[in-house]
């Protein structure tokens, strides 16, 4: 990551009103705009990625498949597809809009992470393209609902406080069989 990526700024409204670096965003806790990518493939697995240690916020926890801070201008899909590609080299997997675009306001106790945020979901068939950039993910794993399901209630610590937010919103482990058939459907 750079502190000196620039991230476009905006009210709570959803108003643009400038852009600072990464940096000054976390630490002010300005509202900013990011997407988040959920990857299943034929038997219904989530691909769930480990932070990279060396990441600014969050180091070595676990997310979704795909977290990706936009660029001015970016739309959320534009972010998605780029976030695809730069943590995990995948191209030509199609997204499609996991309900719709939400807020998060977390606070920690070194900054607070305000994002108007768009979920996607896609279905990867191979497997074998994944290329996680080491700079960005520290490892893959692909787990089932269940499993999922049993790890948050066992070891939630090792999860991003974000992601578990964000499933919560998405009621995603609730509508694993819907989204994924849904996937299926599409593909």
């Excluded at 965003?25 to 705009?33: A, E, Q, S, T």
Aim: with cysteine.
């Amino acid at each position: 990551y750079k502190l000196t990526e620039e991230f476009q700024t905006f009210n709570e409204f959803g108003d643009a009103i400038g852009i600072e670096t990464r940096d000054a965003v976390h630490r002010k806790g300005l509202w900013h705009r990011s997407s988040q990518v959920y990857l299943f493939d034929a038997s219904a697995m989530l691909l769930l990625q480990q932070r990279s240690d060396q990441k600014d916020l969050y180091a070595g926890l676990w997310t979704d498949s795909v977290g990706e801070h936009l660029k001015p201008e970016e739309s959320h899909r534009q972010g998605a597809y780029r976030g695809l590609y730069e943590e995990l080299k995948l191209t030509g997997i199609c997204l499609y809009e996991l309900g719709e675009g939400f807020s998060s306001d977390v606070a920690h106790k070194d900054f607070i992470d305000r994002e108007f945020k768009q979920a996607y979901s896609g279905l990867i068939v191979d497997k074998e393209g994944i290329d996680p950039d080491p700079a960005e993910v520290k490892s893959i794993c692909w787990v089932g609902k269940e499993k999922l399901g049993s790890l948050i209630t066992s070891s939630g610590s090792l999860f991003c406080p974000s992601f578990l937010l964000d499933l919560e919103r998405l009621d995603l482990i609730n509508q694993w069989d819907g989204i994924v058939s849904g996937l299926f459907r599409k593909n």
